[in-house]
């Protein structure tokens, strides 16, 4: 059964309110973007359906039934969806978007089936890429014809006037030329380094491949990316955010220099997403102490800093209540309390949004107590202030009411479960999964979630996030017995996760999240109606046409 639609009435008059208040604003009233011809999903629970969208001066003008929308549409271009669901648009809650255009712009052997086709590709990539070292990752040798490890004679056959460095895929060796041999002093006589090999043939000469921590001589010695290869990053890293269908980010960890390149691209017109900006504990106070620069319609927005409280459960650094149930640690705190506590007590001076790493249901815990501490006796000035909690990944059963009590966003990224599920059962044991990768619970209890990807660590794909949340099963379709799939949310509470949650979070909900009139005008459109189909059709289905702030940022149908 379809929810119903707009009646005609209140599309009339909003319609003429809408357009009444463009003319006051000297806006066009002319012309614009209608997207229709598939399912538009407003995220508006009273009317979660629409069949038109008219889109001008980058906000929602009318969305209701085709014909009215031709109507107040006259000039407009049309955008036919072809049967392609529309959605608000989704915001990646949690991204290291620089980090994302660094992965992209390695060299990436996955796949190369012989050191022949390792070389091809490596002439290739320095061919596109005529400058600086060589970076890549990906090749595995198991099955390749020649039966061996890549040598630096491969490599230097291809590359020997600049260092070349090629990560197996396990992370664990490396396969390089003579140059980056010589530009870190590697040669026979270098003794092998503590926890690591330099591999050496016959005669004693070494051959190009170092392992485990001989990698870091090399490694070390590559010189850290120029700024402009930053700002290249970062720019194809919001291309392809778009053309996967995010209308918006949170970037967080931002540096100043990074936070400079948003606001050099966007003010060039190369920056297809909505970006609001999550500082370093280093680089927040001069944002913040500087005058004002954008107003509350700015494309890119500094909110806040990230802190951290603890590490991360794979390398068993999330600060865990009780031990480990496969070790004998329970974590670390990578910021100490009480200093800690000064990044707070400043963020609360200052007026600006707090996002806290959290995995372990310690860290959370004390995340939790830091945040009450900071506004001792201010409950609503707590709430108030949205102070974020970032992963919040395993929590204590009895702290997850705390969330919705406190007022405290729980930005979370699905994808992050359906990774850690292969491992996370024998990290923290049966009882503890109970508190583990709560949406369902957390949501139960009142709190709100935004969603995200933790990109580059993630994909950064929305479709694999939405997927997670709703299946959590991984991309094969395994869950172990006891991953508590009770804890996958429904396929409406996983679109507000990355429309109107991601809003909320960023103090922009008046603004965006739902396709409503007046709303900024952001929309993903995706092959597959998301509401509807097979859960596993949702990674396989095909981003089609991505608008932000009302300007068409991909269209691939
Ligand atoms: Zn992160």
């Not at 009450?372 to 409950?379: K, L, S």
Request: charge should be negative.
């Amino acid at each position: 059964m379809h929810p119903p639609l707009l009646t005609r009435r209140s599309f009339a008059v909003a319609s003429l309110a809408a357009l009444a208040a463009c003319a006051t604003r000297g806006e066009s009233t002319v012309g614009g973007t209608l997207v229709r011809g598939g399912p538009i999903h407003t995220g508006v629970a009273a009317h979660p359906r629409a069949e038109a969208a008219l889109i001008r001066n980058g906000r929602f003008v009318f969305v209701g039934a085709l014909r009215e929308a031709r109507a107040a549409g006259r000039g407009a271009r049309e955008i036919d969806l072809r049967g392609a669901a529309a959605f608000p648009g989704f915001t990646d809650a949690h991204v290291h978007l620089t980090g994302v255009g660094q992965a992209a712009l390695l060299l990436d052997l996955v796949g190369v089936e012989s050191i022949a086709a390792l070389q091809t590709r490596l002439r290739d990539y320095a061919r596109a890429h005529p400058e600086g070292p060589i970076v890549g990752r990906g090749w595995i040798e198991t099955h390749w014809p020649e039966g061996r490890f890549p040598t630096r004679g491969d490599l230097d056959a291809i590359v020997n006037d600049r260092p070349v460095f090629l990560e197996r895929i396990d992370g664990h060796a490396a396969a390089v030329n003579s140059t980056a041999l010589s530009l870190a002093g590697v040669d026979a006589s270098t003794p092998n380094p503590e926890g690591g090999r330099i591999e050496r043939d016959a005669a004693g000469a070494v051959t190009g491949m170092l392992i485990d921590n001989a990698m870091g001589l090399v490694a070390a010695r590559l010189p850290a990316p120029t700024p402009a290869q930053n700002r290249e990053a970062l720019r194809q890293a919001a291309a392809l955010y778009a053309a996967r269908g995010w209308a918006g980010v949170h970037n967080v960890s931002t540096t100043l220099a990074e936070e400079g390149n948003f606001q050099m691209l966007s003010d060039a017109g190369e920056m297809p997403v909505h970006a609001s900006l999550y500082m370093e504990p280093d680089a927040v106070r001069a944002v913040f102490e500087r005058e004002a620069r954008s107003d509350v319609h700015s494309p890119v927005q500094v909110r806040g800093v990230k802190v951290y409280m603890d590490g991360a459960l794979g390398s068993r650094g999330a600060a865990l209540l009780a031990p480990y149930s496969d070790a004998a640690s329970d974590g670390l705190l990578v910021t100490a309390l009480d200093q800690l506590n000064q990044q707070l007590a400043q963020a609360r001076a200052l007026n600006y949004q707090v996002a806290a790493h959290a995995i372990g249901d310690r860290g959370n815990r004390l995340v939790l107590d830091a945040f009450r501490d900071t506004f001792a006796g201010d409950a609503e000035a707590l709430r108030a202030a949205r102070w974020r909690v970032e992963h919040a990944q395993i929590i204590a059963p009895e702290d997850i009411p705390r969330f919705a009590a406190m007022g405290v966003i729980a930005s979370m990224q699905p994808s992050h479960a359906i990774s850690d599920l292969h491992f996370a059962p024998s990290r923290l044991g049966d009882d503890r999964l109970a508190g583990a990768y709560a949406w369902a619970s957390l949501l139960r209890s009142g709190a709100s979630i935004a969603g995200g990807s933790d990109a580059p660590v993630e994909k950064g794909d929305p479709l694999i996030e939405f997927y997670a949340a709703c299946y959590r099963h991984d991309l094969t379709g395994f869950a172990g017995p006891n991953w508590r799939l009770d804890e996958a949310v429904s396929r409406e509470q996983a679109l507000a996760m990355f429309t109107s949650g991601a809003a909320f979070a960023s103090f922009q909900e008046s603004q965006r999240g739902t396709i409503e009139i007046g709303k900024r005008a952001d929309m993903s459109c995706f092959s597959a109606d998301l509401m509807t189909c097979a859960p596993e059709e949702i990674p396989r289905a095909r981003p089609v046409l991505t608008i932000s702030d009302g300007r068409v940022t991909h269209e691939a149908f």
